[in-house]
């Protein structure tokens, strides 16, 4: 039964209650008449001596149905009383859960945007490291001097000993800049191994010291800078060293 029915049937269970009272009151005062009225009044003229004998009181015909009457609405208004209270206490339950509910809910999102933010600020960190990494990251040009600068970059991690005037004096000489040369009539191109690159190693001079990290291939300039550099390390101690054929 809803709030509004049980409302409803109060209002009206109410006014009855009062129309009943007022009933009982009447039917009460009217006995109480009765009682205290001797039954021959109506003949007597003259004023009567008041007896001494005491008045009895008796009930009239209908007090005992009154009061059955009564005991039942005041037992219904109790029922009622009882279902409103009910319904206030199920509507009051009710409201309650919806507010819990409602506090979820509203946790759960605050919750998913706090991680979502989390997430972002952790992605933003890690391009903002990635974009200085890179910006540390000299950029080398693809030229004669982007290779013996990238050459010493890579040496110096590897603790091999140069420097730029020792490297650039030994590549003119040797190549003339040139990754793409190749010598093929010295002694070592009539055994089959001629010398190629910019400071002209041969394969298995290449093969053994060459730097990782690099391209395996001795016509790459930084390969061949820094497998040439290795080698006149062990060989002369520095490729600063090298003043003619080594």
């Given at each position: 039964m809803s709030v509004s029915s049980i409302s409803g049937r109060l209002r009206r269970l109410n006014k009855t209650q009062k129309l009943s009272a007022a009933g009982i009151?009447?039917?009460?005062a009217a006995?109480?008449?009765?009682?205290?009225?001797?039954?021959?009044?109506?003949?007597?003229?003259?004023?009567q001596a008041i007896s001494a004998a005491p008045v009895v009181f008796t009930s009239a015909a209908g007090a005992p149905q009154a009061k059955t009457i009564q005991s039942s609405l005041i037992e219904q208004h109790s029922?009622?009383?009882?279902?409103?209270?009910?319904?206030?206490?199920?509507?009051?339950?009710?409201a309650h859960a919806v507010k819990e509910k409602a506090e979820a809910v509203s946790k759960a999102k605050a919750k998913k945007a706090k991680k979502a933010k989390a997430k972002k600020a952790a992605a933003k960190r890690g391009h903002q490291a990635a974009s200085r990494s890179e910006s540390r990251t000299p950029a080398f040009s693809n030229n004669l001097d982007g290779w013996i600068k990238e050459?010493?970059?890579i040496m110096k991690s590897k603790g091999i000993p140069g420097t730029y005037d020792g490297l650039h004096r030994?590549?003119?000489?040797?190549?003339?800049?040139?990754?793409?040369?190749?010598?093929?009539w010295d002694v070592n191109a009539v055994n089959g191994v001629p010398s190629k690159g910019?400071?002209?190693?041969?394969?298995?001079?290449?093969?053994?010291?060459?730097?990782?990290g690099t391209p395996h291939d001795q016509y790459d300039p930084v390969a061949n800078i820094t497998a040439s550099a290795n080698y006149a390390a062990d060989k002369y101690g520095s490729i600063d060293n090298v003043d003619s054929a080594y």
């Open positions: 009151s009447a039917v009460a006995a109480l008449s009765l009682s205290l009225v001797p039954g021959n009044a109506d003949a007597e003229t003259e004023p029922t009622a009383e009882q279902l409103v209270k009910a319904a206030d206490a199920a509507k009051a339950k009710k050459s010493l970059a030994n590549i003119i000489r040797e190549s003339s800049g040139n990754p793409k040369a190749i010598n093929d910019l400071l002209q190693i041969i394969k298995p001079t290449f093969d053994a010291y060459h730097v990782g």
